[in-house]
């Protein structure tokens, strides 16, 4: 008996070496997610389960919204077309888990850019696509204008698991109203619930009210008040610890920023190549190396740019011709007065 | 010899080892490349988000196993008032489906049909939204039973306010004792003597009789507040006072009384069918009423095939109490594997304890429906 033991830990340590050894050599590795990508062929791409302007699929099944188009975006960059991206629907609640168990690669979802699950939760945000706040809607016949109006008892449709369910709290309380917070799983049981009657009002983020607003039964029948009660910076988000990835999604929203910074579209793009701006030059892929950073080749930023457009086409294409929010407000170059400052990609 | 009986337990025990070990190994390692600590810290840390229905006091600055607490207590509710409903309204449809009346026996398997080849979930949507259509807003709601409005915002009820109810509880548990020991003494009197008492009458008056002595002399007073209507806007109107319950929650027991109920008519059907007929016969000819066949002949016979499989349909009324999470009734699984596991991203742990909960809650509604059922078993003597 004493022999079996004896034989049994000796077998179990000869295996904990062996794991050892795995996972060692399976961190040598750089960006496994960009050679998993390239060996499936589709980016594995995160992103709502129908949120018109940002991730919303159509009868066909055809993915559009500014959300959708970082990953389009990152499709071109490392597989050269567009096209070849996988969506998961995901709740608010599956997101990150969605993430962080490897199911998907990218999480393009209207999700906003915290410390906390920056630094916490094995996230890393790489950028802003959207800046946004939490607002409320209600309706109109409420004779409702302001917030100020609310009395207590008021009740609120919301998600669960979004930063909205906390804010809503922090909110209330500072105005020392009492409410009743009515939590869903998924948006469409919100918007459905609300627009019954079930609650008085709604509140997400200002983007995510003009969006659903669209699929009420009367949409005009509703309005979103002027205030906004905190800061919603929604991003795409990879898994913490591949850094060579993260500069790869990082970029390719970059490279769709400056490129509308600088005039560049998908219409004038290769005519752009022969430019006299060097930057201009860069960004086309007609001068310096700027793929090779990454383990890409030099057209990287040109396909995007091609394929998918500028942010700024995308935000036309997206969210003001569709009638969401005709209005850039923040999400607008630096340049022209908005929010969209982005490093260089020199 | 004895080699041979140990080597393939001890090969067995060395696969699951192995198992849980690169598995426990797996999720280190994935943890720790992304920075992610496992621990169950949070529990303590504030959850600062709020929560619409609590059975006990609760706001978003208690913490995480506070909300924990409420989540567990609403699947709880849920899960109890629905075994309730369900065993009787089961009971009632599987005595119904053997009438001899066409149109009871007719309508009870109709009902049974439909109910239990419409997926839950289905029903659940079906009877929130189809309800919140159909209800009307506060300040359109006509009074129900004198005092009750409901509405689209739930069914808003007068809430009792009692004076010393700590009296009154004691008073109540007091005459649950009496009954108790008295129907033993009642059962030992008719077995030495043959005489039967009225058991049930002085059971009833002794549960109704004494808490309502302590009216009269140990000073409990009960008053209600009623629901009264109050404008937030020009449109949207709220009750204030009463009690107010919200419309997820009596969707979600509908849904699952109705659900649940028809399985439990069919094993009601099938115990009461699985007694020969010769039982009823014998019972009948020695001079017994039909009740009294129903109740001393047939029931303590079909009770022994009803339990076991009703046992199943209790569990499984629990665990599709966490379909709540469709229609925002804030139970286990949307407060705190939901929520809470957002909020704190501790997936593994969050999951883990709620995986836990089920199971426990499970195991201990099989406990006690095993004893229930060995008590009731044929006693060999």
Known sequence: MYKYIKKLTSLLAVFAVLFTFANEAMAAKKSKTLKNTQKKGFVRCGVSQGLPGFSNADAAGNWTGVDVDVCRAVAAAVLGDANKVKFTPLSAKERFTALTSGEIDILSRNTTWTLSRDADIGLTFVGVNFYDGQGFMVRKDSGITSTSQFKNGISACTNIGTTTELNMRDFFNSKGISYEPVAFEKADEVVAAYDSGRCDTYTTDKSGLAAQRTKMTNPDDHIVLPETISKEPLGPVVRQGDAVWEDIVRWSLNVMIEAEEYGINSANADMMKTSENPQIKRLVGSEGELGAAFGLDNDWSLRIIKQVGNYGESYKRNIADTGILPDRGPNQIWTKGGLLYVPPAR | ?381
């Open chain 2, 1 to 381: 010899m004895k080699l041979k009986k140990i080597l393939p337990q001890l090969l067995t025990l060395l696969f699951i080892v192995l198992i849980f070990g690169f598995f426990t190994m797996n999720a280190q390692e994935n943890m720790d490349t992304r920075g992610i600590e496992f621990g169950f810290g949070f529990l303590t840390q504030e959850a600062s988000f709020d929560i619409q229905f609590s059975l006990i006091d609760y706001d978003g600055s208690h913490s995480y196993a506070r909300a924990y607490l409420v989540g567990l207590l609403n699947t709880l509710l849920v899960a109890f008032i629905g075994i309730i409903l369900a065993t009787l309204l089961g009971l009632i449809v599987g005595v119904a489906r053997l009438s001899p009346n066409y149109l009871i026996r007719k309508t009870a398997s109709f009902y049974i049909e439909f109910f239990r080849n419409v997926p839950l979930l289905l029903q659940i949507f079906f009877w929130y939204f189809a309800a919140l259509r159909a209800l009307p807003m506060p300040q359109d709601a006509t009074l129900l039973l004198g005092s009750s409005f409901m509405t689209i915002k739930g069914l808003y009820t007068p809430a009792p306010i009692w004076t010393n109810f700590d009296i009154f509880f004691t008073t109540l548990i007091v005459a649950m004792i009496l009954i108790f020991f008295f129907v033993k003494f009642a059962k030992k009197k008719q077995e030495q003597e043959g005489k039967q008492l009225p058991v049930l009458i002085i059971s009833l008056a002794i549960f109704i009789g004494l808490p309502l002595l302590t009216f009269l002399v140990g000073g409990v007073d009960l008053s209600f507040s009623f629901p009264e209507l109050r404008k937030m806007s020009q449109s949207s109107y709220t009750f204030d006072g009463g009690m107010g319950i919200p419309p997820e929650l009596i969707a979600l027991t509908l849904a699952l009384t109705l659900y649940t109920a028809t399985f439990i008519a069919e094993n009601v059907r099938a115990g009461i069918q699985g007694i020969g007929k010769g039982q009823k016969e014998a019972a009948a000819s020695i001079g017994l009423t039909p009740s009294q066949v129903l109740k001393l002949v047939i029931m303590p016979q079909a009770l022994r095939i009803i339990i076991p499989p009703t046992t199943n349909q209790y569990l499984n009324l629990t665990k599709n109490s966490s379909l709540a999470a469709a229609i925002a009734y804030p139970d286990l699984v949307l407060v705190f594997a939901g929520t809470a596991m957002m909020q704190t991203g501790k997936a593994i742990e969050i999951v883990g304890i709620t995986m836990a909960t089920y199971l426990t809650i499970s195991i201990a509604i099989s406990l006690l429906m095993n004893w229930y059922n060995q008590r009731i078993a044929i006693k060999e003597k």
